[in-house]
């Protein structure tokens, strides 16, 4: 009996496996449909990144592959949507680069706090050698990255009091991405981190589940959370880079040709999100600072100080490539 159990539990997660797998990159008669997933609202700048890349893609192969975009966190968190595209079941996602961590520690550079002086900065990085050759290196645990975006840059907000140094995080809950770099970050500060999905924060927030968040302006806006949190403190300890990715069990099927296609395609949603983030970046603070929302400038200095044993922990084996993104300031 227990062996029949066991043969019809492998039999179901084989089913589910291979129909999980049809899912992706489908075909009808002759076209391909890809899915590409996204957690944030319809209408966001990533979002519409992604719309642009389905639009090109379309045009360029006279409707032959076409790209159906899923925003909102219709098919997944961002740790579900990863572990999903792994899987050849979604074919391209927009995601942070924190929870990619997990599956290619070396990103942990680009995610460590205060590694970026500027956005300026941050773009040489990403546009340079050393970005690019991590969107080919990610390959090799089942993603290829396709560009880079912009997430401005992240600090706290919360409920109580705002935070005007690391002292004020000291036994605050804050929720973080999935992320170990994220996490410890908080912790360093002296806060709670608590690592929760993007679309539980607001009520979270709202029953005090946790104290405070941390984000960019726009996500802050976007997601409602400022009427509930209304202590926004610009420390900026982190500019966190999205990355599109695409699944390598999908990417391997394509043509040269289509390849090239898309890969151009995901260049000019790149480039179209930057603009429409520095418009959405001034929009969402205007409206915030009408909502009422409190906004702090503290002195960075003292949080750059808090966190050096985040850099001691996940940058002992990357200095050579720290000091070479530091060297690139000027």
């Keep these: ?25 489908e075909k009808k008669g002759n076209v391909i ?3 590409a997933a996204d957690d944030h609202k319809d209408g ?47 074919d391209i996602n ?13 990103m942990a550079v680009l995610a460590l706090p205060y590694i970026f002086a500027s956005r300026e900065h941050m773009w040489k990085v990403l546009d340079g050698k050393i970005g690019q050759n991590m969107l080919s290196e990610i390959e090799k645990v089942g993603f290829l990255g396709l560009a880079y ?31 170990p770099v994220m996490m410890d970050m908080v ?26 968040a941390e984000n960019n302006p726009p996500s802050y806006y976007e997601t409602s959370h400022y009427e509930v949190a209304k202590y926004y403190s610009l420390d900026q300890h982190a500019m966190v880079p999205e990355i599109v990715l695409m699944s390598t069990k999908t990417w391997n099927k394509l043509s ?19 603009k429409l983030w520095l418009k959405d970046e001034n929009i969402a603070m205007a409206k915030v600072k009408a909502a009422g929302c409190k906004i702090y400038n503290p002195e960075k200095k003292p949080f750059m100080d808090a966190v050096q044993p985040v850099y001691k922990k996940y940058a002992s084996k990357y ?12």
């Design 1 to 25: 009996m227990k062996k029949l159990a066991l043969v019809l539990a492998v039999l179901m997660l084989f089913v589910l496996t291979f129909s999980f797998a049809a899912m992706a990159m």
């Design 33 to 35: 449909v890809l899915k």
């Design 44 to 90: 966001y700048s990533t979002v519409e990144g992604l719309k642009l890349m389905s639009r090109l893609v379309d045009e360029w192969t006279s409707g032959r592959i076409k790209i159906e975009v899923y925003p909102g966190a219709v098919l997944g968190s961002e740790k579900e949507t990863i572990e999903q595209t792994q899987m050849g079941v979604i």
């Design 94 to 106: 927009r995601v942070s680069i924190s929870p990619v961590v997990s599956v290619y520690p070396k």
């Design 149 to 179: 975006m912009d997430s401005g840059a992240r600090s706290f907000y919360t409920v109580k009091k705002p935070i005007l140094s690391p002292a004020d995080l000291k036994g605050l809950k804050i929720r973080t991405q999935k992320s």
């Design 187 to 212: 912790s360093a500060m002296g806060g709670k981190p608590v690592p929760m999905a993007f679309e539980e924060v607001y009520s979270a927030l709202q029953t005090g589940v946790i104290d405070g």
């Design 256 to 274: 040269d040709a289509d390849k090239n296609i898309i890969k151009m395609a995901a260049i000019a949603a790149e480039e179209l999100q930057k």
């Design 319 to 330: 200095m050579d490539l720290i000091k070479e993104i530091q060297s690139m300031i000027k």
